[in-house]
């Protein structure tokens, strides 16, 4: 039984920074394509980050690049996404998922796996 667990949400103020974790059970993230989903209210849930499974090659929604990075420890089986400058628009539940087809895919529907989410809140 596949779970992934997310955590490390919480509020924050504009400029602020959080890491958010997931742990996952019941498969082995090295043979995994991992990837960050948001969904703010009223909107789809849209890409933000992610790792290959092979390569570790990460890729980045353009809204993020330069503020987000994700990592995995494959020791721990832990995927994380290290948040910084943190903007009001950056407000949603932020979901981990896994895939075990090719990598780079930033569509929702591509994903196996789904955790059940962490809540992000950004201040003003």
């Known amino acids: 039984q596949v779970q992934l667990v997310e955590s490390g949400g919480g509020l924050v103020q504009v400029g602020g920074s959080l890491s958010l974790s997931c742990a996952a059970s019941g498969l082995t993230i090295r043979n995994y394509n991992m990837a960050w989903f948001r969904q703010a209210p009223g909107k789809e849930r849209e890409f933000v980050a992610g790792i290959g499974r092979i390569s570790g090659r990460t890729y980045y929604a353009d809204s993020v690049k330069g503020r987000f990075t994700i990592s995995r420890d494959n020791a721990k089986n832990t995927v994380y996404l290290q948040i910084n400058r943190l903007k009001p628009e950056d407000t949603a539940v932020y979901y981990c998922?896994?895939?075990?087809?090719?990598?780079?895919?930033?569509?929702?529907?591509?994903?196996?796996?789904w955790g059940q989410g962490t809540q992000v809140t950004v201040s003003s």
């Open positions: 998922a896994a895939d075990a087809g090719g990598a780079g895919k930033v569509v929702a529907d591509s994903y196996d796996y």
